[in-house]
């Protein structure tokens, strides 16, 4: 009564899992989804407790443990969740991804550490293990190095960059490989030489890879842990975990491409292709700024007063600045004496796809002010002003004209088609790809240099000077 | 459970997967993405079986909870995290 009772908890709760990941990938749905996987997973939880509810009675030390290791885990989280600023997303999710891939791989090591008496292990069971275990390594130790590189804690030696690495991730590869042919042959000896040459080889992957294609790793990585869950659900028999792991990493992979279409590299570029312009920025030989024309805030409020339709174009260094509120209050007076502003959103500005939306959408920019990139391209040439925040290599020109540059073929932002651009920028350092922006050095570009959130707080005095300001 | 019908599992529910997300747009990727792993974090309910099939056993227990805290620290942050992003979209949409 009870198996089949649990067989429709499980067949419920996968469901609901499948319609919440299709809610997901919808701007209506998607945060009712998000709360319908939440409680799909929660009625997994019970199917489970329902499942074995008899050897649950006859031992409450279980219990303990059940609860203190989710109080603690879950409270972790809970704050965590709560307590990180919006512009440290990608990390936080890396390190989320990495917990996940820990608990598949602390699954199988106990499984296989202390086997339960009455049972011989199978092939099947060694098989899943292993898989549990390297896959479960790679997903910990990659998604905590994606989440260092991201912090700045740590960044790429340079022996990493040079073809040194392609030979050490091999011998890890074939260390791994060997452990796994050789724990799956009935040999117990190779275990911990899988968990370490696994859990390097997640590091040796990840860390030469350039800041700029993190979120693909991420994601990436995200769908590994899906296929550690899938293994750690062969390895304790729940197929709900299979269909849910095996869901997870397919959508998960599916989501990689799409990030990789978005900034027009391919999968295997990003992985072995290494830190874009770390290598190749030599070959560009005008890496001087020659024709940099910086100017006030004062001239550039008297542009914006003159002009009738501005492009915003955001990036990180906004996010950094923590000035898209400042920014919102620039554009509400910009719309109130009748310019129109629109944002023009590149696939990957910020540091992950969307992340600028959800940066915009917190300082309550109207959704429908948010254009994606081949939208917005085509406007350029009828645009009186750009606005470049804290932007750098999205609208770099060499993507398009220099065959040599890097970031060639890399789609971007065309601004300079529009008559004037003002690029608000701390210094002359270059973005996060190292490469030089050739759009500084174009007639039509002027700098405007200090903080994000300062500049824009001048700039809303200045155009309250001129009379310009937000109606109502 | 045999090993035919734990394959068959895992080849549909790849196959769901793959047909779940078509298009996605931009805005959604991070959310998504989050939405997604702190789904991953299902293996929880590996660690929860291993501690009830422990049997009293110390070494698992220990081990079971201390996956099933990693687990539940991607489950509650993952989707409180994702939550925390996607109201942005809707507070804005409600208003309107």
Partial sequence: MALILKFCIDLFAILLLALGIKGLSKVRSAREANRLAAVAMAIAVFGVLIGSFGSLLESPEAWVWIILGSALGGSLGAFTAQSVAMTAMPETVALFNGCGGMSSLLVALAVRLFPATDSSSGVIETVSIVISVFVGSITFTGSIVAMAKLKGWLSTPAWMQSKIRHFINIVLSVLSFVAIVSLIGGSDNELWLLVASSALLGIGVTLPIGGADMPVVISLLNSYSGVAAAAAGFVVGSQLLIVAGAMVGAAGLILTQVMCNGMNRSLVSVLFGGAIGSTSSGENNSTEYVNITSCSVEECALTLEAAERVVIVPGYGLAVAQAQHTLREVTRALEGNGIDVIYAIHPVAGRMPGHMNVLLAEADVPYEQLKEMDIVNPEFPATDVVLVLGANDVVNPQAKNDPTSPLFGMPVLDVQEARTVFVIKRGMSSGYSGIKNDLFDLANTSMVFGDAKKVLGDLLLELKELGISAKG | ?96
Avoid: C, Q, Y
């Avoid at chain 2, 895992?10 to 298009?23: T, W």
């Avoid at chain 2, 959310?31 to 660690?47: D, H, K």
């Fill in chain 2, 1 to 96: 459970m045999e090993f035919a019908d734990a394959f068959w599992v895992l080849l549909l529910g790849s196959l769901l997967g793959l047909e779940l997300i078509g298009k996605v747009p931009p805005t959604l990727h991070t959310p998504l993405m989050s939405g997604a792993n702190a789904i991953s974090g299902i293996t929880m309910l590996a660690a929860l079986t291993l501690i009830i099939t422990a049997d009293g056993r110390t070494p698992l227990l220990l081990m079971g909870a201390v996956s099933l805290g990693f687990a539940l620290f991607n489950v509650v942050g993952g989707f409180l995290v994702t939550d925390r992003m996607l109201a942005m979209f809707s507070r804005k949409s409600s208003r309107k």
